[in-house]
């Protein structure tokens, strides 16, 4: 498995903004596994975690147009890049789905 994650910092009391961010993410992660929001609501720093079965679809998702909007609009919001990580999985415990 494939993960993509993208890290960011959007100061506390933003929650609602983080969710409605990883919601404009998952909304092009079609072919995504699973999509995770990550929350630290006390210091305002959020992640999203995509789960893909190819490279190639993550590296899709990563250079997809409306990804690359969000990552720019986040790196512009916190003044500095935004972290955009692309990594292999390996699961050490699946959950019983």
């Given at each position: 498995m494939i993960g993509t994650e993208i890290a960011f910092r959007l100061g506390p009391d933003s929650v609602d903004d983080a969710r409605a961010i990883a919601a404009r993410l998952n909304a092009v992660a079609t072919a995504a596994h699973e999509h995770v929001l990550f929350i630290d609501a006390d210091v305002g720093e959020y992640g999203?975690?995509?789960?893909?079965?190819?490279?190639?679809?993550?590296?899709a998702y990563i250079g997809h147009p409306d990804v690359v909007a969000q990552v720019a609009a986040l790196g512009a919001r916190m003044g500095k890049p935004t972290r955009v990580r692309v990594y292999e999985m390996e699961y050490q415990r699946r959950a019983n789905t």
């Open positions: 999203c975690l995509a789960v893909w079965k190819t490279r190639a679809d993550a590296d």
